[in-house]
């Protein structure tokens, strides 16, 4: 029995999730959280990953027994994802969780519950107090935090950055995203709600995420599906933020003006086009990027905004992350050349790192977007990720020194 019921509005979404698992999709303080595990399914490497998930949730969907009296985006019975970067790699993950707690941010708040014996009602009858009296576990900050290289040191990664740029230079291909990770070990097990908090409070912009034990907080929206309407967030090309408002406004005029800045995101748009349009009756990108300011870092941006094809479009949301999913944003172009050099430079397996991340209901509405400045939890360790898009005039120390300002969110997430 699913149930869904409104809720007076809990205010911070992740101030108050009960255990050290959840599952978040959080911007501005609106969005999803959720805690429990009533289906799972983790997915094995294949081009099918997406289309074997969206064939298992249908099942879990259509056998479920739904009593939704909000009837919004994110009620009903839904389900968390973070998908491999790469179809060789295994791992691809789909969650549904027993307890989902929703706020839009307009004053509607909702509690889902999901459960066999009637236990539903009593948790939605209960809130707010109920989600915290089923065995609630304090939060506690992660301590002793060391760090370490991971899978390249810093000049190893250099020169597969100039050895990128020297491919693109010889051949057809035109760019690719590079990787590297960089690994931290605390003292106990890191509790994810503690960095999750950080990361919503410093970079309330992105889309803080958490599910199966990958955590971090992306700007970029691979997909968002609302009715038939859909739209994405473009972003490629990045500069870092001034001392002041004078030299940050030069650093974001010359990031517009960049030649290989913009180069590096006309690809990503392109990409998009390209995977989108076929889907849609109409599709609007606009005409020229705009500048995406974060508080460490900005990106050249551009939003696109469609609408899908036929009157009951079959396509979920998670069909859609699925059909547009590697963008040049994160592969590079031609795709099929980009991604065998990333395999031949990185030295890493991705995992769900540049993977698509994020929920879907079972009305196929949702949001995607693009597992970025994150990091994977596993007992004490974190490994963290950063990336950074190479062209032909693109320079390895410049590359390695803005990856640095990459990993600086979740660095701070960890260390406080």
């Known amino acids: 029995m699913v149930r869904t019921v409104a809720v007076p509005d809990p205010g911070d979404l992740l101030a108050g999730v009960p255990r050290p698992d959840p599952l978040a999709w959080v ?25 074997a998930a969206e064939k298992w949730l249908g099942s879990v969907f259509d056998g479920a027994e739904v009593d939704d009296r909000v009837r919004a985006r994110g009620t009903g019975p839904v389900a968390f994802g973070s998908f491999t970067f790469d179809a060789s790699s295994d791992g691809s993950v789909l969650i549904v969780p027993r307890v989902v707690l929703g706020r839009d ?19 939605a009858g209960a809130w707010p107090g109920a989600p915290r009296a089923g ?5 506690r900050a992660p301590s002793g935090v060391r760090w370490h290289d991971g899978s390249l040191s810093a000049p190893q990664w250099e020169r597969a950055v100039a050895e990128a740029v020297a491919a693109i230079r010889a051949g057809s291909l035109r760019k690719v995203v590079l990787a590297r990770d960089l690994f931290a070990t605390a003292a106990g097990p890191v509790d994810p709600r503690i960095p999750l908090r950080r990361l919503a409070a410093r970079y309330p912009d992105c889309f803080t995420f958490a599910c199966d034990g990958l ?32 030299e940050d406004e030069t650093l974001g005029s010359r990031l517009l003006a960049s030649a290989k800045d913009t180069e590096e995101h006309a690809y990503a748009v392109a990409s998009m086009r390209e995977a989108l349009g ?14 995406l300011k974060l508080p460490n870092l900005q990106h050249l941006g551009t939003r696109v905004r469609g609408t899908l094809a036929g009157a009951r479009p079959a396509r979920s949301a998670l069909a859609l992350a699925g059909a ?14 980009a991604l065998e050099l990333i395999r031949e430079l990185e030295r890493m ?40 898009g ?23 997430a960890l260390d406080g």
């Open 390 to 412: 190479i062209v032909a005039a693109s320079d390895p120390a410049a590359e390695l020194a803005e990856a640095q300002v990459k990993f600086r969110p979740m660095r701070g």
């Open 27 to 51: 911007r501005r303080g609106a969005g999803l959280v959720g805690w429990g595990e009533a289906a799972r399914v983790t997915l094995p490497a294949g081009d099918d990953r997406f289309t």
């Open 215 to 246: 955590i971090g907080a992306t700007p970029e929206l691979l997909i968002r599906r609302s009715g038939r309407e859909v739209s994405a967030l473009v972003l490629a090309g990045t500069a870092p933020r001034g001392a002041h408002a004078a």
């Open 135 to 139: 065995g609630s576990v304090p939060a």
């Open 105 to 123: 941010g307009r004053g509607l708040a909702w509690l889902t519950t999901m459960a066999e014996d009637g236990t539903s009602a009593a948790v």
């Open 278 to 291: 076929p889907l849609c009756d109409a599709l609007d990108i606009e005409p020229r990027p705009a500048l």
């Open 349 to 388: 397996d991705r995992e769900r790192y540049a993977g698509a991340v994020g929920w879907v209901d079972a009305d196929g509405n949702g949001e995607w977007g693009i597992a970025l400045r994150c990091a994977q939890l596993s007992g004490r360790t974190a490994r963290l990720f950063a990336g950074c």
């Open 324 to 337: 547009v999913h590697p963008t040049a944003a994160v592969c590079g172009t031609p795709t099929g050349a």
